[in-house]
């Protein structure tokens, strides 16, 4: 079962600047160590639907950083290459990518089968906000990405799985809102049962929502 979470943003600014986003990362990530999980699977947006080994490389050269993780060729999407650096070298049981058009339905499926794969599951969640916060953002300014960022931020704070697993799908892209599949996830991961969740940072500085959290059982 899922005994801990923690939500990170995807984007590459959080490996090499905005400290204290970082340092909220780096917070939430111990928060999972600190549980002892024995199953510990990252979680991110991507194209496409697809499933990589624990030790896959990645890296941000595409995006013109000059960081790679892991042996091998860089095949892990932006999502995952960013968990794999925010986790300084340690690697998961597996890493996971879900297509940022992927159906509610089968996110929730996806995390119900994540969540079986150990007695005590530990996800990394990589997710963002929404990308229409601000005149600054790169999608379209939205007066409705605000109050949806802020449903999310609030779930995310309060351990709500429901509230995640209640995002309209259609909403979200309109809002870019790339995080949606991933949070989707972790609500099919938590199924029914309760956690205390803790919000360690929230900031758009860019237009585009960024928060770290945790989730404790």
């Known amino acids: 079962m899922l005994v801990a979470a923690a939500v990170c943003p995807s984007t590459p600014l959080v490996v090499l600047g905005m400290p204290e ?3 909220a990362c780096r917070s939430a990530i111990a ?25 896959a490389a ?7 950083l000059d960081r790679t993780v892991g042996q091998g060729e860089p095949v892990l999407p932006l999502s995952l290459t960013v968990a794999r650096l925010l986790l300084s070298g340690e690697e998961p049981a597996s890493l996971h990518a879900v297509a940022f058009d992927a159906t509610t ?9 994540l969540g079986g794969r150990g007695e005590r599951v530990a ?6 906000g929404s990308a229409c ?6 999608g379209k300014h939205d007066e409705a990405a605000g109050p949806y960022n802020e449903m999310i ?38 199924g029914g049962r ?20 945790a989730w404790l059982a």
């Open 194 to 213: 309760a956690y205390r969740g803790r919000l360690l940072a929230a900031a758009a500085p860019y237009g585009v929502g960024y928060l770290a959290g």
């Open 31 to 55: 928060a999972v160590r600190e549980a002892r999980p024995d199953t510990l699977i990252v979680v991110g947006g991507a194209e496409a639907t697809r499933s990589y080994e624990g030790s």
């Open 58 to 64: 990645g890296t941000l050269r595409p995006w013109g």
């Open 133 to 138: 916060l601000s005149p600054r953002a790169p």
């Open 105 to 113: 339905a089968g996110c929730l499926a996806l995390g119900e089968s």
């Open 153 to 190: 931020v609030k779930a995310v704070g309060g351990g709500d799985a429901a509230a995640l697993a209640g995002l309209d799908a259609a909403e979200a892209d309109r809002l870019w809102v790339s995080g949606r599949p991933a949070l989707q996830v972790l609500a099919g991961a938590a």
């Open 123 to 128: 996800l990394l969640v990589m997710a963002d």
């Open 21 to 23: 986003l970082r340092s």
